[in-house]
């Protein structure tokens, strides 16, 4: 398995910005698909977006496509979400998460290692 570690969440302004990061160890990403999920309070947790492994397609929740930004840099074995025009409902603790496979999925348990997850907070 892969070890993942998120940074780069916390309190926002409801129209601002926030990068989260999504370190790995242990093994290369260059050959795992990426995932970011979120769990809002009293909510399941639900996708948000992955990345494939060589980051050519990427897919998105309705409710962040044209908002979010998906990206990754295998060199740095990292994954991103760039998150923009954030609103009161992207409050939610966000999830890294790899996948054994190259190419994308939107199912949760499709995927084999996963973070500790990062508060996001913004506040209207």
């Known amino acids: 398995q892969v070890q993942l570690v998120e940074s780069g969440g916390g309190l926002v302004q409801a129209g601002g910005s926030l990068r989260l990061s999504c370190a790995a160890s242990g093994r290369t990403l260059s050959n795992h698909a990426m995932g970011w999920f979120r769990q809002a309070p009293g909510k399941g947790r639900e996708f948000v977006a992955t990345?494939?492994?060589?980051?050519?397609?990427?897919l998105y929740a309705d409710s962040v496509k044209g908002r979010f930004t998906i990206s990754r840099d295998n060199a740095k074995n990292t994954a991103y979400l760039q998150m923009n025009s954030l609103k009161s409902e992207d409050t939610a603790i966000y999830y890294c998460?790899?996948?054994?496979?190259?190419?994308?999925?939107?199912?949760?348990?499709?995927?084999?290692?996963w973070g500790q997850g990062i508060q996001v907070t913004v506040s209207s």
């Open positions: 990345i494939s492994s060589t980051g050519g397609e990427t």
């Open positions: 998460a790899a996948r054994m496979a190259t190419w994308v999925s939107r199912a949760e348990n499709e995927y084999d290692s």
